[in-house]
């Protein structure tokens, strides 16, 4: 009994050692600082297309406000309904991208699926419009 409670001791010491060596520490250091890359890439990219949509949806509102102006007839109603879904659009596009900004590494998978489902959301309509 003395010999297997020696045993065990050696190797939970020597498991302690090894996983607390210059070397395990570094592999672990290592491996967060690609998943941290990861993380920031992948943030970079999706706020990147939210922007683009955003931008899209920008010059949608400009035209939109133009014809708005130079028209006087039915179409009015139209243009002002559509406006409105555009500025709601653009909303949904902007929160998003202000929840990329302030989201921390941890909750970056809600925030992420959250961004993706409003871009493929918005551009589906936006095809459609």
Do not use: Y
């Not at 243009?79 to 991208?97: M, S």
């Amino acid at each position: 009994m003395k010999k297997l409670l020696i045993a065990f001791s050696m190797l939970m010491s020597a498991t302690l050692l090894f996983n607390c060596s210059p070397s395990g520490e570094s592999k672990a250091e290592k491996r967060r600082k690609e998943i941290e890359r990861d993380i920031k890439n992948q943030k970079q990219e999706i706020a990147k297309d939210l922007r683009s949509l955003r931008d899209d949806i920008n010059t949608k509102l400009d035209k939109i406000s133009e014809k708005l102006e130079n028209s006087k007839d039915k179409s009015n109603e139209e243009l002002e309904d559509l406006k409105a879904k555009l500025i709601d659009h653009r909303q949904k596009v902007q929160t998003a991208l202000d929840d990329i900004d302030r989201s921390s590494d941890q909750a970056w998978d809600d925030i992420q699926q959250g961004a993706k489902n409003t871009w493929s959301e918005i551009k589906k309509w936006s095809a459609s419009a």
